[in-house]
């Protein structure tokens, strides 16, 4: 008791700003609990008045802040702030961030309010604390450091982010970006795209070109490496939002195009339950749409025009009786022809004579013979779901199976809608869909009339003239009846699974 009356004696004499009494009050951190309370209010109370034992009060204050005490610890990282002066905040930010690991959450409550206060006097130099910790703290520190400036800065006003704060986030961020996790690089691409200063079409393309680089599109594709396999597929997630028709993608869907595509069925990846082929497909489908002027259209485009084939089967042969000469039809994977289907759509229209001029007349029939086979199937398909989603409104069409015939419902149509553009003559790249995992974007009158136009069983009476007389194999007619009796009793749960309906886009692995 005698010692805490000495203490608060020693205050009165710091209004007169003696050193010694000051002194006894930074040897105060030594004391008990008792003491060490008034020490923690009162070192930073008059730090401004004793520059000379600057050093020696953070350093006392640092000690409180590691107390075994936790109230000790709590009042002394509240008063912290009040050492941040001239070339002593970068020091307190530096301690702030490492006492970010703290577990006790009204201490981590403190620092994080203690980091946002000296933040409004200099944030340049709260950055500079925290950007050393990110790049030589521990893990722990390094996690919290990058978590606190991807949900705090943005809660900072104008004033504070002045563009040359933002250049400042930006220099130190490439820095970090240079040897990161999955889930680091994420966080600071979320960071870095919500910055005032790369909003504009500049700052987006130099968004794209940094994750171009972390994606390293020179290297060589490995299709067996999952953290290959997995890196490309992280940051693509990322460069997909950046793209408009002023930020190109094409660099990304050149790599796709020569890379990806041709390893598709060896890709791997760790992630349970992602269909690693599925999602190669969206995100080339995406991209799609803003792909610039490509060096190597035609061959580009070869390869794509090749994958697509391989999801569009040919119809089976028939047998003398008219009965299908195999055993099964072939499978219709609707999800992966929507995403090749649409891609395809995309780039042919830089090049709309590819089907034409670029493929013999042999290719292209075979292909109009794919495309009127898989019409006619997916007719059935439309004619189906429309039939089981018949009155159904509110909440059910929210349950599960209903969900799943909605979403299957849209892949359906935008593949019939790009179908038909194909087989007019010559091949038409006119008409826009919706991809079905996109949120529906409002459409003109034309492009409503052509999406819902949906019942006709065939593609365009044009296409069809090359009959029977003319080819050497017919098209396939399935018996009345047969597709109906079967999609009956088909499983639209397991659609999801084997079709490719049901597989989600945002599962990705954490590490690059």
């Known amino acids: 008791m005698l010692k805490c009356l000495f203490l608060y004696l020693e205050y009165m004499f710091l209004y007169l700003r003696h050193k010694d009494a000051y002194q006894v009050i930074l040897d105060g951190v030594k004391g008990g609990a008792k003491e060490k309370r008034l020490a923690a209010q009162f070192i930073p109370k008059f730090f401004k008045h004793f520059p000379e034992l600057a050093d020696s009060a953070i350093n006392a204050q640092l000690d409180l802040c590691e107390d075994e005490d936790v109230s000790i610890r709590r009042q002394a990282i509240k008063e912290l702030p009040q050492f941040a002066t001239g070339d002593n905040l970068p020091r307190v930010a530096d301690i702030l961030t490492q006492l970010l690991q703290s577990d006790d959450s009204a201490e981590f409550n403190l620092v994080n309010n203690a980091l946002l206060s000296i933040f409004k006097m200099d944030a340049k130099g709260t950055l500079g604390g925290l950007f050393s910790q990110i790049l030589q703290g521990e893990d722990i520190v390094r996690e919290r450091a990058i978590k606190f400036l991807s949900t705090k800065l943005k809660t900072l006003p104008e004033e504070v982010m002045t563009k040359e704060v933002e250049e400042f986030i930006l220099t130190e961020s490439k820095k970090v970006l240079e040897d990161v996790t999955g889930e680091e690089f994420v966080l600071f691409m979320k960071i870095l795209s919500g910055l005032k200063s790369l909003q504009t079409v500049s700052g987006r393309q130099q968004l794209v070109e940094l994750v171009a680089e972390q994606a390293d599109l020179e290297q060589t594709f490995n299709p067996s490496d999952t953290d290959c396999v997995d890196r490309l597929l992280q940051c693509t997630r990322q460069a997909v939002p950046l793209f408009s028709k002023n930020v190109h993608s094409t660099k990304f869907v050149t790599y796709f195009c020569e890379h990806v595509l041709p390893n598709l069925s060896s890709l791997t990846t760790l992630v349970e339950g992602l269909d690693i082929q599925l999602e190669v497909l969206k995100l080339l489908a995406e991209m799609s749409s803003f792909c610039g002027d490509m060096e190597k259209l035609e061959s580009n485009l070869k390869k794509l025009f090749d994958k697509l084939l391989e999801y569009m089967p040919l119809p089976p042969e028939e047998a ?68 089981a989603l018949q009155g159904k409104t509110g909440e059910a ?42 949120p529906v974007q409002k459409a003109d009158a034309s492009q409503k009339r052509a999406s819902e136009d949906t019942t006709s069983s065939s593609p365009p009476k044009k296409a069809s003239s090359a009959g029977p007389k003319r080819d050497a194999r017919q098209i396939y007619n399935p018996p009345s009846g047969k597709y109906s009796s079967n999609l009956g009793s088909f499983s639209y749960g397991k659609l999801g699974r084997e079709q490719g309906f049901g597989a989600s886009f945002n599962k990705s692995k954490e590490t690059v």
């Not at 072939?330 to 830089?350: A, D, M, N």
């Not at 007019?424 to 008409?431: R, V």
Request: with cysteine.
């Open 320 to 387: 003398e009786n008219g009965e299908n000469a195999g055993n099964e039809e072939p499978k219709l994977q609707f999800s992966y022809v929507e995403c090749l289907l649409y891609s395809f759509h995309q780039l042919g229209r830089k090049l709309p004579d590819f089907l034409t001029a670029k493929l013999n007349a042999e290719k292209l029939k075979d292909f109009k013979i794919r495309l009127q086979y898989f019409a006619r199937g997916l007719q059935v398909y439309i004619r189906q779901l429309r039939l």
């Open 397 to 438: 069409l929210k349950t599960e199976e209903n969900k799943i015939k909605v979403v299957a419902l849209k892949i359906t149509n935008n593949i019939n809608v790009l179908i038909k553009d194909l087989f007019h003559i010559p091949p038409s790249y006119k008409s826009t869909v919706t991809l079905s995992w996109k």
